[in-house]
């Protein structure tokens, strides 16, 4: 099983990114997807989550952040909007076979390597 991030990078308060997830190696309609992410220094939170067509977000990104699944293609994307300082961190793509998005990340047994997002002026 592989899980490769791409699409993080620097961007200015109020800018947008969108995060993908691309899977190998699972049947990926059989997976919770999710995202998380580490900020230095402090611990690891899930950002948002995927199943079947439920979607879970952290509360301070409802509104701004989007999940979205393409089962055909297996991949997931992280759309990212209005984008605040308190955002930078790594996000890590997320999976767990099985119809549940569960909340904390020992959870998830398979992760990608991370990519970084910096929201910074």
């Known amino acids: 099983v592989q899980l490769v991030e791409s699409g993080g990078g620097l961007v200015q308060p109020g800018g947008s990114l969108r995060l993908s997830c691309a899977a190998s190696?699972?049947?990926?309609?059989?997976?919770?997807i999710g995202w998380f992410r580490q900020a230095p220094g402090k611990g690891r939170e899930r950002v948002s989550c995927?199943?079947?067509?439920?979607?879970y977000y952290l509360p301070p990104v409802k509104g701004r952040f989007t999940i979205s699944r393409d089962d055909a293609k297996n991949i997931v994307h992280l759309e990212m909007h209005s984008l605040k300082p308190e955002d930078t961190a790594v996000y890590y793509c997320?999976?767990?076979?099985?119809?549940?998005?569960?909340?904390?990340?020992?959870?998830?047994?398979?992760w990608g390597q991370g990519t970084q997002v910096t929201v910074s002026s």
């Open positions: 997320v999976a767990r076979r099985g119809r549940l998005c569960y909340f904390h990340s020992h959870e998830f047994p398979t």
């Open positions: 995927i199943v079947g067509r439920d979607s």
């Open positions: 190696g699972i049947t990926f309609d059989e997976y919770a």
